[in-house]
């Protein structure tokens, strides 16, 4: 059972440029967010996608845009990339919808995130 | 903006030794789950408590929750080297049936052979 996947795993870019960033989420999963981890910290909420919408969205600037393609894999892209955008990017996979009755599941599961260097 | 605090900041223990982390929250919550990290890798998920859960185990973790007061434990039992790793709780928030984790600062956990 595939767990989440994410690439490239670093990411070395300059000020002003654009990045995309990738998530596969985990075999069975259909819902993916996005946080940012800068140094030193915990991880903050980007935004959330669940059939192909943005669902939720944290605190961040139209810069950060995404996007859930139909195999529930999903992007992040970043424009006009700035200094402070230096972060590990990790991507978490979660079900919203379950068949057949039960319930979604409230566990997010990460990857191995996405070390990106601005310079 | 993060959603609470995690008590201590650092913690070095030696193995065999009991670790305990501390994290206080501010909003009403569904669950608050608990995470490792190595060395600003990927997060392991470790266990999630309900808002109506006061207490779990699982393995060498025993988790708590208090919600009046807004606050949550982990303890370690018997510590190990491998346990080295920075720990982080957060917490589930729901929005239209959506639920995103708000994290806190982490406690950074060294276990000393």
């Known amino acids: 059972d595939a767990g989440v996947t994410q690439s490239p795993t670093h990411l070395i870019k300059t000020r002003g440029q654009q990045v995309t960033l990738r998530c596969s989420p985990k075999?069975?999963?259909?819902?993916v967010s996005w946080y940012q981890q800068a140094l030193g910290q915990g991880p903050q909420f980007i935004f959330q996608?669940?059939?192909?919408?943005?669902?939720q969205r944290g605190n961040f600037p139209d810069r950060f845009s995404g996007h859930q393609f139909p195999n529930y894999s999903s992007e992040l892209n970043v424009n006009a990339l700035l200094l402070g955008d230096s972060a590990l990017y990790l991507c978490a996979s979660s079900l919203q919808f379950v068949r057949f009755g039960g319930r979604p599941s409230d566990t997010q599961y990460f990857g191995p995130g996405t070390r990106l260097t601005v310079l | 903006s993060q959603q609470g605090e995690e008590d201590p900041q650092a913690l070095s223990i030696q193995e065999g030794e009991n670790a305990t982390m501390n994290c206080s929250y501010k909003t009403s919550i569904n669950n608050l789950q608990w995470y490792r990290q190595n060395s600003g890798r990927g997060l392991v998920h470790l266990i999630l408590i309900r808002s109506n859960e006061r207490e779990k185990h699982s393995g060498r973790l025993r988790v708590t929750l208090d919600t009046s007061k807004k606050s949550s434990s982990l303890l370690i039992t018997a510590s190990r080297a491998a346990d080295t790793a920075s720990y982080f709780c957060?917490?589930?928030?729901?929005?239209?049936?959506?639920?995103?984790?708000?994290f806190g600062t982490g406690t950074r956990l060294l276990v000393s052979p």
């Open positions: 996608y669940y059939e192909e919408e943005e669902r």
């Open positions: 075999s069975g999963h259909d819902t």
């Open positions: 957060a917490t589930a928030i729901f929005n239209t049936g959506f639920q995103k984790l708000v």
